[in-house]
């Protein structure tokens, strides 16, 4: 009597388990990465703002910049910043270095 019982409750608890989720959550990550995307969609917030800017030249081997142009080697970015005489040309931060006359 009593492993009936128990296989009774084992059978409603596993039938509890099952049960289907309501129709507007979702069932995976995905499907509430999709949700919440076209939540902020429909707010107007977007969660990129890219600006129109880009750099010029060769973006794949950008290790200098001056303004927002590309180039390989310091030599080649100084010559096109153009420092006057007391001033230096100089490269401050990490690849891609900024390019300015100091």
């Known amino acids: 009597m009593s492993r009936s019982l128990c296989l009774v409750v084992l059978a409603y608890l596993a039938a509890g388990c099952g049960a289907d989720p309501k129709s507007d959550e979702p069932t995976t990550a995905r499907e509430k990465q999709q949700l919440e995307a076209r939540a902020s969609e429909d707010e107007g917030a977007s969660t990129k ?54």
């Open 49 to 102: 703002h890219w600006g129109k800017w880009r750099y010029k030249g060769d973006r794949d081997a950008c290790f200098f910049i001056v303004g927002a142009k590309c180039f390989k080697t310091e030599n080649a970015a100084c010559q096109t910043a153009r420092c006057k005489k007391p001033t230096k040309c100089t490269a401050v931060g990490a690849a891609p270095a900024t390019v300015s006359c100091k």
